[in-house]
């Protein structure tokens, strides 16, 4: 397995967990917390994309989905590229406002495609250039890849712990 090959799979194994998150949840469930001060289902699947989002851009070159196109709308939000959601206060939490759970989807699988299309034919060597320099060590693009990875799976699987508590 070549390392494209290797990173597709595993960023293709998080379309699925996104919509199972949120499908069938009403707008109102989106934005409930389980509890007071806690992060909400819409807001979890939002910051999530908005941190891949983010990051690709810069990877890219690109500006961000969310910035060039209604996304932004959907949540309530103005497209502002730099709220990714990071140190949110409870109320800035609650701000983010889903429309539905096929705003979320769409906007995951539009970042997720972006995503698929620049990890084709990445090679191992690609993952050893430097893109942060802000950092010590600086970062390089692999471990970039993984932290973003790590930290969409780690939001998506509090999402469908959410899910469950509202659901109960």
């Known amino acids: 397995m070549n390392v494209d090959e290797l990173l597709t799979e595993a960023f293709d194994r998080l379309p699925a967990l996104v919509r199972a998150a949120v499908a069938g949840l009403t707008p109102a469930q989106l934005c409930t917390p389980p509890a007071e001060g806690a992060n909400t289902v819409g807001w979890l699947v939002w910051h999530l994309t908005r941190i ?7 990877l890219t070159g690109q500006e961000q989905v969310y910035v060039t196109g209604d996304h932004a709308q959907h949540f309530g939000l103005k497209p502002d590229p730099d709220d990714t959601g990071y140190g949110h206060p409870a109320a800035r939490v609650l701000a983010v406002r889903p429309a539905s759970a096929a705003v979320l989807v769409d906007y995951y699988e539009a970042v997720h495609e972006r995503t698929r299309a620049y990890l084709a034919g990445r090679t191992p060597g690609d993952l050893d250039r430097v893109v942060d320099e ?35």
């Open 52 to 58: 891949q989002d983010g990051h690709l851009a810069e």
């Open 134 to 168: 802000a950092w010590d060590p600086p970062v390089t693009l692999g471990v970039r890849l993984v932290s973003v990875l790590n930290d969409d799976l780690q939001h998506v699987g509090q999402a469908a712990y959410v899910r469950g508590l509202l659901k109960n």
